[in-house]
């Protein structure tokens, strides 16, 4: 089984002197291709800050992190910011759609921002909105949906890339239990039947459990 993700004795830490704070405590961990992996911790343990250190968004840390044979610290920002577009969709707790767009356009937006061949795109778009279940909803702009809805499109969005690692910080976290379960159901068929990686971050054992593994973070140390 090929390993996707390496956590090799990862330290972060926040402040300075008297005021640090010690995030993470030597963290080990890693993710094969193709699973779906859930970080689970208490609020404070160090799990978004370990999310964002994989998707290379915070690169002040010690130790080694490995992503798609990438070692990331010490890349150049070119090639950081080319891993982080093409091998990683990211999915947050706010839906960050752009308000005076529609639902087709925020999820192509970033490959419009890209310069990328927009034609190509677009014959993916149709897939994607059926896999999000919003095709009927794709002239739709954000206003009218509800939040389940909006996390769907920034869902479409992630995935219009086709990246090899989806990366999500509590995505359910400003959802209702059946608009949860629904965006869990959602990742769990793109892992199946795309084989994408997913590795998500929540405190809700519930949805935790869609996941095939399930990593327990507490206090800055995986347990």
């Not at 529609?102 to 990328?116: F, M, Q, R, S």
């Not at 909105?129 to 939040?147: C, F, N, T």
Request: proline residues 2%; hydrophobic residues 35%; contains cysteine.
């Amino acid at each position: 089984m090929d390993t996707i993700i390496t956590v090799d004795s990862v330290k972060k830490s926040f402040g300075k002197g008297d005021t640090k704070v010690d995030v993470l405590k030597g963290v080990n961990m890693s993710v094969t291709k193709g699973e779906f992996v859930s970080l689970m911790g208490q609020s404070g343990s160090g799990k978004s800050t370990l999310l964002y250190l994989i998707g290379g968004l915070d690169m002040d840390y010690e130790g080694d992190i490995v992503v798609c044979g990438n070692k990331l610290k010490g890349l150049k920002d070119k090639k950081l910011s080319e891993i982080r577009l093409k091998e990683i969709g990211f999915i947050f707790q706010f839906y960050n759609l752009v308000q005076n767009l529609n639902v087709e356009d925020n999820i192509l937006l970033p490959a419009a921002v890209a310069g990328k061949d927009m034609g190509e795109y677009r014959k993916k778009l149709d897939e994607i909105l059926d896999i999000v279940e919003l095709a009927d909803k794709r002239k739709s702009m954000p206003s009218q949906l509800s939040g389940g809805q909006q996390q769907r499109v920034a869902i479409a969005r992630a995935l219009l890339g086709e990246p090899s690692i989806i990366l999500a910080d509590e995505p359910t976290g400003n959802l209702d239990k059946e608009s949860g379960m629904k965006i869990m159901e959602i990742f769990s068929k793109i892992n199946k039947e795309k084989g994408m990686t997913i590795l998500q971050v929540t405190h809700n054992e519930e949805y935790a459990k869609y996941g095939n593994r399930i990593v327990h973070l507490e206090s800055g140390e995986i347990r």
